[in-house]
């Protein structure tokens, strides 16, 4: 199984420099290129602070200036947010000036938030169809000389400009969590990505289903990899993992909010949540982030992603977002490459 790291800028307060965060963006992008780790992901954000990212090729460009040999994958491009044609040139430009380098995730998107303010009207079945339509048309565009007559979109013999440096392209990874998309990902020969969220192993076993039940279905294409992205906290301690639940826990408590849209928004930045929000939570709470999230000594985390890898998941992804002050993710990141990495070598 092999080891990637999943991050983003994430600003929470007014009084954060965003270039400061940048640089420690790049700075956990080098350590895990140092430590060995097999890619980076960054994804697609627009008018949210929580998670500034508003494109992703721009950010794995400059990561691979400051990198020697991970790869980089989009984790994730909004697909109803990108024409085929535009999306098809800049992921091949993108792979010719990494040296071939890009991975290229896929998803429909998840907040209503951008939704409204990007595609105005669309809601998450459209932006699926969308998808659908926009994976196919990117991969025949790097062919060549395909027309598209869809229900989104439209244009006439075209060959993506430039063409990918890779053979046939980046891989492309979808974003799967029902068994429709599971079974799309196979059938258009793609790889996937699941993420359990703040569910525990009963989902991450649950996800492994689907992915299995889709390659049966689909027997005569080649099985693709998947991968398992979630939360993860390496702690030096017991204190430090009942810190690390603790805000863990409030990281979930304002992803909810986002992804509800039904808080205001000033400048970016979602209106506070109060202590008693935080406590009140119907179903989050510091408990159940120690539980299902992999927050652990290092031991510990060994032994909850063995069982990922007796899943037969192909990468795990450890993402770091969590709002934390960046020295405690660069600590975390740094425990989980000297003594969790090592037991899988």
Known sequence: MKFSLFAHMERISPEQDQKQLYDEFIQLCKIADDGGMHAVWTGEHHGMNFTIAPNPFLSLIDVARHTRSVRLGTGTVIAPFWHPIRLAGEAAMTDIITDGRLDLGIARGAYSYEYERMMPGMDAWEAGQRMRELVPAVKQLWQGDYAHDGEFHQFPKTTSSPLPLQPGGPPIWVAARDPNSHEFAVRSGCNVQVTPLWNGDDEVIDLMAKFNAACAKYPDMPRPKIMLLRHTYVAEDQNDVKQ????????????GAWFMNK??????LIAPLSDAEVAEHPFYSPQNMERDLVIGTADTVVDRLRRCEELGYDEYSFWI?????????KASLERFIKDVMPAFQ
């Not at 808080?263 to 970016?268: F, N, P, S």
């Not at 977002?321 to 993710?329: C, G, L």
């Open 263 to 268: 808080r205001d928004v000033t400048h970016g």
């Open 321 to 329: 977002d969590s709002s934390m002050p960046f020295e405690r993710k």
């Open 244 to 255: 690390a639940a603790i805000e863990l826990n409030r990281f979930y408590c304002y992803f």
